[in-house]
């Protein structure tokens, strides 16, 4: 159901390339804030230049990383992560100080960056930090705040999406018999339960139900409405909704 940008979790894999979008993030001194609320191709182009403009300033730090030179990518990683766009300058610290690699290992200063990097919408740190919290590793064990970002970072990809292709299975009879009543049970499972995502502020699931009102997934298509869901991810920090902005702004002009 979902158009996902990569990300890369390992140390080995992630130190290799960039993410091509980071982060959205709250501020009104900034570039986005500034954007003409009006004009939902304005806010994405915005956002999508400031994210071109973060990987080439990044590049040279990817070079050091892929090279093992820890110790003097650390502080241009630092630098970077002052823009809390950059997620990924945020959570390549939160792995070089759970790794122990150019730092001293610190689970607390792990969570920080790991933290920085969750609240600006990136997917294994929210796991991370899910996971953290659940554990007691670096934090103050809460299990209460583990759900939260586990719903942040797992519950759309893994429980919803799973409801939405169940649906579609049967509603198609391929794998299984085909089956209406089904097809349609599990498609309004997935339905609420992004409405109630959603709610709760998850971009994810703004994003996926901004989909299912541009194709009609369940719901009458309504491009105004799905430009409203993706506007709403946006600001909750999901980075693929600039791109979804920007198709639609392209599709009307």
Do not use: C
Request: hydrophobic content about 45%; glycine content about 6%.
């Amino acid at each position: 159901m979902t158009i996902r940008n990569f990300r890369f979790s390992a140390i080995g894999i992630m130190l290799m390339l960039i993410p091509f979008t980071q982060a959205f993030a709250q501020d009104n001194t900034s570039l986005i804030a500034m954007s003409n609320p009006a004009n939902p191709g304005a806010v994405a182009d915005a956002y999508l230049s400031h994210a071109r403009a973060i990987r080439k300033a990044d590049a040279p730090i990817v070079h050091l990383l892929n090279h093992s030179a820890y110790t003097q990518a650390v502080p241009l990683l630092k630098k970077a992560a002052a823009d809390k766009y950059d997620f990924w300058a945020a959570d390549t610290l939160g792995q070089l100080y759970q790794a122990g690699l150019g730092v001293s290992a610190n689970s607390q200063t792990a969570f920080h960056w790991y933290l920085q990097a969750a609240e600006a919408g990136d997917r294994f740190a929210q796991r991370q930090v899910a996971n953290a919290y659940l554990n007691g590793w670096g934090v103050t064990r809460n299990p209460q705040r583990a759900a939260f970002w586990f719903r942040q970072g797992l519950m759309v990809p893994q429980v919803v999406n799973a409801d939405f292709w169940l649906g579609k299975t049967y509603a198609a009879g391929k794998l299984m018999p085909k089956n209406p009543t089904k097809a349609a049970w599990y498609e309004g499972r997935s339905l609420a339960l992004l409405k109630q995502l959603d709610a709760e502020h998850v971009g994810a699931a703004a994003y996926d139900l901004g989909i299912a009102y541009w194709h009609g997934y369940g719901v009458k298509k309504d491009a105004h409405q799905a430009e409203q869901y993706f506007r709403r991810a946006l600001a909750e920090h999901y980075p693929p909704a600039a791109a979804a902005l920007q198709h639609l702004e392209e599709k009307n002009t």
